[in-house]
């Protein structure tokens, strides 16, 4: 067993499904390989199998791939809304189980699938994947060298002016941004806040697309620290920031591409002198009477991607799977991510669509 191949059955052929976990899978060497796909549409299974470069088992309904024997881990890659009953099936149908971001549509369902969860250990994993990336383990080690000096405020940015009328504009599908894209980033916002939420204010509201879904928001956490992680993710903005920024103390940096890092940070060899402030008039060359030169170093930091990233968490999830090894994300975490989505939903009334 400790060897071989997790064999998977996919439920939701889409964009998720059909464009990262299959290509994702084909990159594990044979660690995963694909033993039945279930969808809606039927016409998925030809593509997929084309891809895929063997024939699958196809099924239209969920619970038929669920008895499938041949299955030992389904990979729930279906809309948001399906998210938590596809996996509390898979759970109590023996198997292991992938469940995609949003691991559910409310905290109360978020409760109810670790409730289950808890009832098979070991069995559950999400796949926040971003957490993952190169970049993110990058950011990691620049706030840990302290190079920067103590993080003050992360701003994270996924910026654009997109008229969307899928199932993400719609909320009783489980759409919107915030089940979109704030799974990734309020992940990312608990793993770089480094304490727990102190106060936190929100904003959703809806810009450019169709549906009911918000497609604009706006998170604000601070720590017990007194970090703060502002989150914006828009589908209504036409021009972007940088999606990643963090500032220090004694530097900052930026990236957008998720692969080149923007440093600036104070030569960690000058020492700051203490300064007294005064409170006379400064002289007139704007120094404001000051004539220390500051030594900072600019550079670049590449965020160098392995062959066949994406495996990161595909090896981690084999790893657990198969050896035992604790998997990065818990359950726990994945908790408190939905609590503070809807928490943001709660606490938010939006009913201003602006005018085009
Ligand atoms: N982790 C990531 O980076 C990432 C990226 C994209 C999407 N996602 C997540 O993946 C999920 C799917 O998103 P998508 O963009 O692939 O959507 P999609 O609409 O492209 O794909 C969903 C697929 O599920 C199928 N489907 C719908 N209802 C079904 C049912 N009851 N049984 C079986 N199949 C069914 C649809 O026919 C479709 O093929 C979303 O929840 C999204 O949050 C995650």
């Known amino acids: 067993m400790e060897n071989e191949t997790i064999k998977i059955g996919l439920i939701g052929v889409g964009r998720a499904g059909y464009g990262m976990h299959l290509p994702e899978v084909l990159a594990t060497d044979g660690k995963f390989d694909f033993a039945a796909v279930c969808d809606i549409d039927p016409a998925r299974r030809d593509v997929f199998e084309k891809r895929l470069?063997?024939?699958?088992?196809?099924?239209?309904?969920?619970?038929?791939?669920?008895?499938?024997?041949?299955?030992?881990?389904?990979?729930?890659?279906?809309?948001?809304?399906?998210?938590?009953?596809?996996?509390?099936?898979?759970?109590?149908?023996?198997k292991y189980v992938f469940i995609e971001k949003p691991i559910a549509t409310?905290?109360?369902?978020?409760?109810?699938?670790?409730?289950?969860?808890?009832?098979?250990?070991?069995?559950?994993?999400?796949?926040?994947?971003?957490?993952?990336?190169?970049?993110?383990?990058?950011?990691?080690?620049i706030i840990d060298s302290g190079i920067l000096g103590e993080i003050f405020e992360i701003r994270f940015r996924i910026m654009n002016y997109d008229r969307?009328?899928?199932?993400?504009?719609?909320?009783?599908?489980?759409?919107?941004?915030?089940?979109?894209?704030?799974?990734?980033?309020?992940?990312?916002?608990?793993?770089?806040?480094?304490?727990?939420?102190?106060?936190?204010?929100?904003?959703?509201?809806?810009?450019?697309?169709?549906?009911?879904?918000?497609?604009?928001?706006?998170?604000?956490?601070?720590?017990?620290?007194s970090r703060l992680i502002d989150i914006e993710v828009s589908g209504g903005c036409a021009l972007s920031e940088p999606m990643y920024s963090f500032y220090g103390s004694r530097g900052a940096c930026s990236c957008n591409d998720r692969r080149t890092i923007h440093l600036k940070y104070l030569d960690p060899g000058q020492p700051l002198a203490p300064l007294t402030a005064v409170a006379d008039t400064p002289p007139l060359d704007a120094s404001f009477g000051q004539s220390e030169k500051l030594r900072w170093i600019e550079k670049e930091v590449i965020a160098e991607r392995p062959a066949g990233n994406g495996c990161a968490i595909w090896q981690c999830l084999y790893d657990s799977i198969r050896f035992g090894k604790a998997y990065p994300i818990t359950i726990e975490q994945g908790l408190e991510v939905v609590k503070i989505i809807d928490t943001a939903k709660r606490g938010t009334q939006f009913e201003q669509t602006f005018k085009r």
């Open 106 to 141: 409310s905290y109360a369902e978020a409760l109810n699938l670790a409730k289950v969860a808890g009832q098979y250990p070991g069995k559950l994993f999400l796949r926040h994947n971003r957490r993952f990336s190169v970049e993110i383990s990058k950011f990691r080690e």
């Open 53 to 94: 470069g063997h024939p699958v088992k196809f099924y239209s309904d969920v619970s038929a791939l669920l008895q499938d024997p041949d299955v030992e881990m389904v990979s729930v890659a279906t809309p948001s809304n399906f998210h938590t009953p596809h996996a509390i099936a898979a759970l109590n149908a023996g």
């Open 164 to 225: 969307r009328a899928d199932w993400q504009a719609i909320t009783e599908c489980g759409g919107g941004l915030l089940n979109n894209w704030g799974p990734h980033l309020i992940e990312h916002a608990l793993y770089f806040l480094d304490a727990p939420v102190k106060r936190s204010f929100s904003r959703l509201c809806k810009v450019a697309a169709a549906g009911n879904a918000e497609d604009h928001f706006n998170i604000i956490l601070e720590g017990t620290n």
